[in-house]
Each structure stands twice: as structure tokens, then as C-alpha cells.
């Protein structure tokens, strides 16, 4: 009975070293970052962060490519409104929520198509949106904006110029979630 108490401590205390050296080197590794985050600008510590996280969250590390690229996106003139069209890579996804069209303070409408439900870590449950990606923002939702800057100002009648901020935000499938990304869309005379 004595043996097996001194096998079982034994084991017991080698699972505890073990356990003591991989927080030793979890955290380590996590100062080291940080202290390269501090020298680093805001944007660049997410960038630093990742390795670290995803060590000690045993995952491996995926290459990940640039947002535009991950989400290539243009817009063109459909009739009296605008075209807004994604062409999202394969193993990449935008969350339906996340994407918004301003102008001054003031959301604009955008038609969008259903997305595919997904429990998201961070989000919970969310719709996300893949492969080409067609919004749509309607002449009426334009001259509803129209109007509006006409009660707010005697500036003029038509919203023929100006700019327009589009933002949205995605993730890749490995785990990595792009901050959210601003694109001013200008509006030509």
C-alpha cells in the first residue's frame, strides 16, 4: 500500500511540474509580446497577440490574408442607387450585422441577401455572408437621405456628390476576425 501512495504522489508531483512549466512558458511568452505591443502602434498588437493566444489555446498557427484581399469589394451606379458587391474568398465570412453605410450621422438602408446562421465565440448567434456578396442601396433610400439634409440645411436639393462611410467586418475561418474596416465610397457629380 505504501508503494503505490509513493507511485501516486510521484506522479502526482511530475504532473504539477509539468503543469508549472507550461504556465512559466505560457506567460512568458505573453510578457515578451507584450512588451513588444508597447512598442508597436495599437494597430500592430492584435498582429502580436495571435501567436501567443493561439499557443495557448493549442492552436496552429494560419496564415491569414490582408482584409482586402480576404474581401474584395466594389461599388458601382445601378440606376438612381448604388451597387455594393463583395467577392469574399473561400474560408473567409462577413457577419450580415457588422456592415452599415453612413453619411454625416445618418445610417443608410442597405438591401442586403440573408446570411447562413452561425454561434459566433465573440458575437453569439449571428448571420454571415460568403462567396459574392451583392447589397444594394436604392434610389428612395438616397432621396429619404436627400430630404433629410434638406430639413437640416438650405444647402441644396440634390445628393449627387459627397461621401458615404461603409464599414464591415468579417473573420476567416481559422479563427482570426479582422477589426472592423472603413471605406469612404464618394459619390460623383
Request: include cysteine; aromatic fraction near 8%.
Amino acid at each position: 500500500m505504501t508503494h503505490i501512495i509513493r507511485v501516486y504522489f510521484s506522479h502526482l508531483v511530475t504532473l504539477a511540474v509539468v503543469t508549472l512549466v507550461v504556465v512559466t512558458l505560457t506567460v512568458a511568452t505573453l510578457a515578451m509580446t507584450m512588451r513588444a505591443a508597447a512598442q508597436q502602434p495599437p494597430s500592430d498588437i492584435i498582429r502580436l497577440l495571435q501567436p501567443a493566444t493561439e499557443q495557448f489555446m493549442g492552436r496552429t498557427r494560419h496564415e491569414v490574408l490582408p482584409v482586402d484581399q480576404a474581401f474584395h469589394f466594389e461599388h458601382f451606379p445601378e440606376g438612381a442607387g448604388l451597387k455594393l458587391l463583395w467577392q469574399i474568398r473561400p474560408g473567409y465570412y462577413l457577419y450580415r450585422n457588422k456592415i452599415s453605410l453612413m453619411r454625416e450621422h445618418q445610417e443608410i438602408a442597405i438591401q442586403l441577401p440573408p446570411g447562413q446562421d452561425r454561434v459566433d465565440e465573440v458575437f453569439g448567434e449571428v448571420q454571415v455572408l460568403e462567396g459574392l456578396v451583392e447589397g444594394l442601396v436604392e434610389a428612395s433610400a438616397l432621396a429619404e437621405l436627400r430630404a433629410s439634409e434638406l430639413r437640416s440645411s438650405e444647402v441644396s436639393a440634390e445628393l449627387t456628390a459627397g461621401e458615404l462611410q461603409l464599414s464591415y467586418q468579417g473573420c476567416a475561418e481559422s479563427g482570426y476576425c479582422y477589426p472592423p474596416r472603413t471605406r469612404t465610397i464618394t459619390l460623383e457629380e
